[in-house]
């Protein structure tokens, strides 16, 4: 007679290891599933951005994926039967471990999801009539096509947005006769680019004079940058930015600091602030109306001012002063 002890049936406690049942843990499935999914519906929202910029994003979404696989196969294999009173509270922590370290993993994966540029923006990557527009893998080179500049604009955009997002307005600016590169930055990220400037100086001998800048994040990356590297460089560009590090000793730097009268993040107080970090002939420009958004494409930002100046024209006068410090430099 058989009896339901489960003895005889290969699947008891007294069965050998290779025949009884093994239980798949929920929570690492769901994990792993969650490392698995997150990251695929991350490059899909934002696959033509992803693709466009600085490659450590996709190397990152392509590990969390891996660790999602990994997680699937580790979860078909455990064996969780019988587990000791103290296996038991390791068990516990572990899995605790495990959702505090996806939660911030993913949750930065999420957050760092780039502002893209407009489609307008994009479009402009063919570049214009008289100006050259060149995608390379370490950022975006804009020149005349006319001519071969002896004077150039290093510049880093703000934090998480599409690098393509600047074309358009820098557009304006190589067509006044500069040289200008959009770096391109990691998870875009100005501050895990500070070396940015001193590459693409190397990389272009025939420049003379440098100015680096940047918006935002970019342009505190980019005072940074003029702090250590004096000699080389000869102006400096803030648009809705400003140093941490004080520059106001710096009688032989031109600086500009462009910035919106409605800045929902760099306030006009905050800009105010900066002038004691600045040096004494700093060209200060308020762009009355403009907002944080008002200096790339990239749609409005959640926390951003309301603009009271349509686009274009804020862009002009941002894109004057810019000239405007390359030229007297």
Not at 36 to 41: D, G, N, T, Y
Not at 65 to 80: C, I, K, M
Not at 82 to 94: A, E, K, N
Not at 130 to 140: L, Q
Request: charged fraction near 15%; glycine fraction near 10%; aromatic fraction near 6%.
């Amino acid at each position: 007679m058989v009896t339901g002890s489960g003895e005889g049936n290969g699947s008891g406690p007294n069965a050998p290891p290779s025949r009884r049942r093994r239980r798949v843990p929920r929570l690492a499935v769901v994990l792993g599933l969650t490392w698995l999914v997150v990251p695929l519906v991350l490059f899909l929202l934002a696959r033509g951005t992803l693709l466009a910029g600085h490659p450590a994003h996709l190397v990152a979404l392509a590990v969390a994926g891996l660790v999602g696989v990994v997680l699937l196969v580790l979860a078909r294999g455990h064996d969780d039967d019988h587990p000791t009173h103290r296996r038991r509270w390791g068990i516990v922590l572990g899995r605790l471990a495990g959702v505090l370290v996806s939660a911030v993993v993913l949750g930065g994966l999420v957050w760092l999801q780039p502002f893209p540029a407009t489609a307008a923006a994009a479009s402009a990557m063919a570049g214009e009539p008289d100006v050259r527009v060149v995608d390379v893998p370490s950022g975006i080179v804009l020149s005349p096509r006319d001519q071969t500049p002896t004077r150039a604009l290093v510049f880093q955009p703000g934090a998480r947005v599409d690098p393509r997002a600047y074309v358009p307005i820098l557009t304006e600016v190589s067509r006044a006769g500069y040289l200008v590169v959009v770096v391109k930055q990691p998870f875009e990220i100005a501050l895990l680019a500070t070396g940015a400037p001193g590459n693409v100086m190397a990389r272009h001998p025939e420049v003379t004079r440098w100015a680096v800048g940047g918006h935002s994040l970019g342009g505190v990356a980019a005072a940074d940058y003029a702090a250590s590297d004096p000699a080389r460089v000869n102006g400096l560009v803030l648009w809705a930015s400003y140093p941490v590090g004080s520059l106001a000793d710096r009688a032989d730097l031109a600086v500009a600091s462009v910035s919106g009268s409605r800045d929902g993040f760099t306030t006009p107080d905050d800009v105010a602030a900066s002038r004691a970090l600045l040096p004494a002939s700093t060209a200060f420009t308020v762009v009355d109306g403009a907002v944080h958004s008002s200096f790339g494409d990239y749609g409005t930002q959640p926390g951003d001012g309301t603009p009271t100046v349509d686009h274009e024209t804020a862009q002009r006068q941002i894109v004057a002063a810019t000239v405007a410090l390359l030229a007297r430099m």
